[in-house]
């Protein structure tokens, strides 16, 4: 079985280098290979020549976090342009204190 690919939000990115993790979040401008991201705050994300986002749509990312905290896209889904990011912040926190339910 693969290791699973813990919930964050862009505050916890430095926390996670090294690591693969699932982030819910807006593409607000993507330009070239590299995308502005916003997760309860903003980042950028480098992407591969196979990742075509649209600009003002949610995702959930999976994404490999750098030593220096840099983001490289791994995969994606288009999640369209309506999440409550409130409820995915709620359930990243929820996931992260119970983390039995859904890591091990």
Same mark, same amino acid.
């Given at each position: 079985?693969?290791?699973?690919?813990?919930?964050?939000?862009?505050?916890?990115?430095?926390?996670? %280098?090294? /690591?693969?993790?699932?982030? $819910?979040g807006?593409a607000?401008? *993507?330009?070239?290979? #590299?995308?502005?991201?916003?997760?309860?705050?903003?980042?950028?994300?480098?992407?591969?020549?196979?990742?075509?986002?649209?600009?003002?749509?949610?995702?959930?990312?999976?994404? %490999?976090? /750098?030593?220096?905290?840099? $983001?490289?896209?791994?995969?994606? *889904?288009?999640?369209? #342009?309506?999440?409550?990011?409130?409820?995915?912040?709620?359930?990243?926190?929820?996931?992260?204190?119970?983390?039995?339910?859904?890591?091990?």
């Open positions: 079985m693969e290791r699973p690919t813990p919930r964050v939000t862009k505050d916890m990115l430095p926390e996670c %280098s090294g /690591k693969t993790v699932r982030i $819910v807006k607000n401008q *993507v330009e070239g290979e #590299t995308a502005k991201v916003d997760s309860n705050g903003s980042f950028d994300m480098h992407l591969t020549v196979d990742n075509t986002l649209e600009p003002n749509h949610f995702y959930e990312f999976v994404v %490999s976090v /750098k030593p220096d905290s840099s $983001v490289q896209l791994l995969t994606c *889904v288009d999640f369209g #342009t309506d999440i409550d990011m409130e409820v995915y912040q709620k359930l990243v926190l929820f996931s992260h204190k119970y983390n039995s339910l859904f890591f091990e």
